[in-house]
């Protein structure tokens, strides 16, 4: 049995979930959410409540598609209720970062500034250091954050390079002069 898909999931006020064509349909105040529906996996939408069952509970990949898809309308009611935020932390000297329209703009230590095209449902923004990145759809959040911070990771000898706020670069200690 699934813990997490036995979990009863409550639609908050201003929420609206459908299924409909292989497909759930999550509609808030951020946003709208699609899905598309494995189908082996049925939901039951009674008043403001879903339910996620399976029919055959004894397989295995029928119990891992039935918790899958109750952490998956569940961060999508998130979503469109209250929405993902990450942060990334730019450290090095002369690294600079700009919105330039919609496009966000990294001078990290190339000889040429990188553009990254911020994708539709995502909003950047730029404070000094700081990239926060949010939106309603959890997996683009994480993709873009994860896209950004690939540009230029951290290294470990000076701890230069694009970071999550709340990462720890494990640092190492550079070269010493040895005995002959």
């Known amino acids: 049995m699934s813990r997490i898909g036995k979990r ?5 006020q201003g929420v609206t979930v459908e299924v409909k064509d292989g497909l759930i349909v999550v509609k808030g105040p951020k946003g709208e959410l699609k899905r598309v529906l494995n189908p082996l996996v049925t939901i039951i939408i009674n008043n403001n409540e879903i339910s996620v069952d399976v029919k055959n509970k004894e397989n295995k990949k029928e119990r891992s598609l039935w918790g899958t ?3 998956h309308i569940k961060n999508m009611i998130i979503g469109v209720t209250d929405g993902f935020k990450k942060e990334l932390e730019v450290n090095g000297v002369g690294y600079k970062i700009a919105m ?5 703009k990294l001078e990290v230590g190339f000889s040429h500034s990188v553009l990254y095209n911020v994708p539709e449902g995502i909003t950047v923004s730029v404070e000094k250091n700081l990239i926060k990145i949010e939106g309603a759809d959890i997996e683009l959040v994480g993709k873009v954050a994860s896209e950004i911070r690939s540009v ?3 290294e470990p000898y000076k701890g230069k390079g694009i970071k999550y706020v709340d990462e720890i670069i494990r640092r190492k200690a550079g070269k010493t002069a040895g005995d002959k």
């Open 8 to 12: 009863i999931i409550e639609i908050p």
């Open 69 to 71: 898809y109750g952490s």
């Open 100 to 104: 330039e329209g919609k496009d966000l």
């Open 152 to 154: 230029r990771k951290p």
